[in-house]
């Protein structure tokens, strides 16, 4: 899956990124992801692999289509996943996750 502009530009929002900070960690120049970012150009596959290998090891985790589109989430950190196995262990009533 080769990401686009507005995955990278919605994972860095969520990572909490800079162009700038971006382009360090990658060693893509800030220019290159600002323009793929506004769909002016379109980077090789190489430097769009490049941006998101750097985006996942800040946290983002990229969604391929999968009937409902593309997208980008944030990954959990140990503390929050913590937290979650003890809330989901509490026991009481199951519900279903669905939402009406």
Known sequence: ???????????????????????????????????????????????????????????AVFIAENGGGIGVRLKLNRSEVRRIGILENEGGIVGTDAVP
């Open 1 to 59: 899956m080769m990401i686009t502009g507005a995955q990278c530009r919605a994972a860095r929002a969520l990572v909490e990124w800079t162009r700038e900070k971006l382009a360090s960690n990658s060693g893509v120049d800030a220019l290159v992801i600002e323009e793929f970012e506004r769909r002016i150009t379109l980077p090789d596959r190489d430097i769009c692999d490049t941006l998101q290998t750097a985006l996942e090891k800040g946290g």
